[in-house]
């Protein structure tokens, strides 16, 4: 009888026990899952705990670099969840084959979609299993978690990519003269064991403390005055090394999400990693580029613009890609005015009732 009832009281404990233990860590879930809106809603919120989210994992995995090709670069291109287009557009102008004749490989970086988009996972992972070149995160698509995305395409290029000799991180709004990039490369080739970032490099910028501004940035985020070197996220050079570091170091500093400036700028300072400047092969006008493009195709002329951003035309970089070509067959000549004094931009301004102005005029 005696044991019969200890049996009974033991059984009952362990039941106990198992159902504190599912209570206490179902708990901490919710708790921690609050804690993370919480955070991110609330721009005077410390962010330390959302670095450390720890159950971070892969829902979408791209094909892994081969060990015995050789790769000369790896691109990893943020893109928004929703920009099937502008994948598709980038498939186009350089196809996976393509880009393996040029020793390079491209992966897209992508986080889960946010409930209200029209998108569905489901045709993301169509996308993933035709073209095996997505990578995507357990977090959802937002601009304060874009520090994620980032972190995430250096961690798998670290992981999955180490034979590649150079990384480059790009957006897919941007357009890269895809042809000159190995010649940009072969400037790097001497730092590939070493820790350094080549890009457009941005130095004694101010953080911005008008809350109406959309750079705005509370002290608790980031207290000093001035932000360390950082470069533009954009387009930037790296290497698997730099990428590994850069990570690693993310899992035990505070998280920003100001994503150029965490990563290239307050982790690469912590790593002394070195920057450099390769602003001269950048504009910041898409206009350039269409520019450029018009001088190609109507004017002979060589284009030194190699990257530039696509001003919300997915086409700009198939286009300018093309018309490369142009200049490989019938030789084209070097400019002898400089793009920002001879470019007219066109400015296309609706009016109302399907009516619309095309007005000209100059940059600079
Ligand atoms: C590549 O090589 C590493 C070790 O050198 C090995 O762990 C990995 O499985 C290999 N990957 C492939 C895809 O062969
Ligand atoms: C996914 O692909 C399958 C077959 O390849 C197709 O039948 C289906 O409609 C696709 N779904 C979406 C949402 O694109
Ligand atoms: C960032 O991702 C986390 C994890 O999925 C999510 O809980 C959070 O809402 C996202 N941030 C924003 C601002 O949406
Ligand atoms: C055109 O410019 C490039 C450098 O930008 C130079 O190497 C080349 O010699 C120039 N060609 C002519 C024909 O001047
Ligand atoms: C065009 O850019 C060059 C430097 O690239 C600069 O020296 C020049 O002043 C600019 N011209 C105009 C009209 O802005």
Redesign the pocket.
């Known amino acids: 009888m005696y044991f019969q009832r200890y049996k009974i009281t033991a059984a009952t404990i362990a039941v106990f026990i198992i159902l504190l233990f599912l209570y206490l860590t179902n708990n901490n879930k919710d708790a921690f899952i609050d804690e993370?809106?919480l955070n991110?809603n609330d721009k005077s919120t410390n962010y330390e705990r959302f670095f450390a989210i720890k159950d971070f994992h892969y829902t979408l995995k791209a094909s892994k670099c081969r060990n015995h090709s050789s790769i000369k670069a790896l691109f990893i291109v943020t893109s928004y969840f929703g920009n099937v287009e502008t994948r598709s557009a980038m498939r186009r102008a350089f196809s996976d084959d393509d880009l393996t004749q040029l020793q390079f490989k491209r992966v897209f970086l992508l986080g889960?979609a946010p409930a209200d988009k029209y998108t569905k996972q489901i045709s993301v992972e169509n996308e993933s299993k035709r073209f095996g070149d997505i990578v995507q995160g357990?977090?959802?698509e937002?601009y304060?978690?874009l520090t994620y995305k980032h972190l995430m395409g250096l961690k798998w290029a670290a992981d999955n990519c180490f034979n590649a000799e150079f990384v480059i991180k790009m957006d897919d709004d941007v357009v890269v003269n895809m042809e000159k990039v190995p010649v940009l490369l072969d400037t790097f080739t001497p730092l590939t064991n070493r820790l350094f970032i080549a890009g457009y490099v941005l130095r004694n910028m101010v953080a911005i403390r008008e809350p109406a501004n959309k750079w705005y940035v509370t002290r608790k985020e980031y207290s000093p005055a001035v932000y360390p070197t950082f470069v533009s996220g954009w387009f930037y050079v790296t290497n698997p090394k730099t990428a590994g570091k850069l990570h690693k170091l993310s899992q035990t500093t505070e998280y920003f999400w100001i994503d150029d400036t965490y990563i290239t700028g307050v982790l690469a300072q912590k790593l002394k990693v070195k920057h450099f400047d390769i602003s001269r092969y950048y504009t910041e006008h898409s206009e350039y580029v269409e520019c450029c493009l018009d001088d190609i195709r109507n004017r002979n002329l060589n284009c030194d613009v190699l990257i530039g951003p696509n001003g919300g035309n997915n086409n700009l970089f198939y286009e300018f890609n093309n018309a490369i070509g142009i200049c490989n067959l019938r030789l084209c000549k070097n400019r002898t005015r400089p793009l920002n004094e001879t470019c007219v931009a066109k400015k296309f301004i609706p009016l109302g009732r399907g009516m619309s102005q095309i007005r000209s005029y100059k940059l600079h």
Do not use: H
Request: net charge neutral; hydrophobic share 50%; aromatic share 10%.
């Open positions: 993370l809106e991110t889960l357990n977090f959802i937002a304060r978690n």
